[in-house]
């Protein structure tokens, strides 16, 4: 009989947990959903709504291992309906869609005799002024591979991946705040969203996974001005600047980042060589081979 009870204590124990547990997700999950409404302009809504992505390549110069290496960067901007819960694109339309501005943005370039190649994705979300709802980042050379995965569930779920000891498999939670890869969306959206002043940011999971430091908030000092937006990280000794039109769709026309490299400071840059309108998805026939000519690619 004290047998029983105690198994029944430990499956209401267990219940109880579970309906705790279901209910912290859920309050976590809908907190996504809980902030300003954004009002997104005419003049936006024809730009992104066209049924076009906005692809743009520049000319790369990346500092690597001490050295400055040649190559080349794509940014692709497009809107899509994004599924809340699971954080994946819709394939089909539901009143629980997220509309979102997706950017996926890929680098390639080699040092030495071996490529590097690296694609971040970011999903800021349109129907409200929150933060991303996901962004991911992979790097591939030929001594191995890394991806790294943040989630925005209430709080940042991550989970990396690298080859390197010690930091080969991590899962773990941040606070949710500022992400640096989701800036370059707020940016194409309005500019005057972007945080100022000093602030707490995630920085970029390229630049700390590829420099093997702790992926946290940092402290950061943001700049907006004519023109350029620039964050400052004193720690990191790490500074971002983005260059973009001023009016609207605000086109960024490159970037520079400076940090350290090798025994020195380097900078990296990024040249706008051209930008296309186009519905990319749908031209993967051997015919549509030409566009990537006339991006310079």
Request: glycine letters at 4%; a neutral charge.
């Amino acid at each position: 009989m004290q047998k029983k009870l105690f198994s029944l204590s430990s499956l209401f124990l267990f219940l109880f947990t579970l309906l705790l547990f279901s209910c912290k997700n859920q309050e976590n999950f809908e907190s996504v959903a809980r902030a300003e409404d954004r009002q997104l302009s005419q003049e936006f809504k024809d730009y992104w709504y066209s049924g076009e992505a906005e692809i743009t390549s520049y000319q790369l110069k990346q500092p690597r291992y001490g050295e400055l290496r040649s190559g080349e960067a794509v940014l692709i901007f497009v809107t899509e309906d994004f599924l809340p819960k699971v954080q994946v694109k819709a394939n089909a339309q539901n009143p629980d869609n997220i509309p979102v501005l997706k950017l996926n943005t890929t680098k390639n370039y080699v040092t030495g005799i071996y490529p590097y190649s690296i694609m971040t994705s970011s999903f800021l979300p349109l129907n409200a002024k929150n933060h991303a709802i996901k962004v991911t980042n992979s790097t591939q050379e030929w001594c191995g591979q890394m991806y790294t995965q943040l989630n925005n569930r209430g709080e940042y779920y991550v989970e990396s991946h690298t080859y390197f000891e010690g930091e080969a498999d991590q899962k773990f939670t941040l606070p949710r705040g500022t992400v640096e890869d989701e800036i370059w969306a707020l940016l194409r959206i309005d500019p005057k969203e972007l945080p100022q002043g000093t602030k707490k940011i995630i920085p970029s999971i390229e630049y700390l996974r590829l420099h093997h430091l702790e992926l946290k908030p940092y402290k950061a000092v943001c700049t907006l001005s004519n023109g350029s937006y620039s964050i400052d990280y004193p720690e990191l000794s790490r500074t971002l600047t983005i260059n973009f039109e001023k009016a609207f769709p605000y086109a960024i026309t490159g970037w520079t980042e400076r940090f350290p490299s090798g025994n020195s400071e380097m900078t990296a840059t990024a040249t706008r060589i051209k930008s296309l309108k186009t519905p990319y998805w749908k031209q993967n026939a051997e015919k549509f081979t030409s566009l990537r000519d006339s991006l310079g690619l």
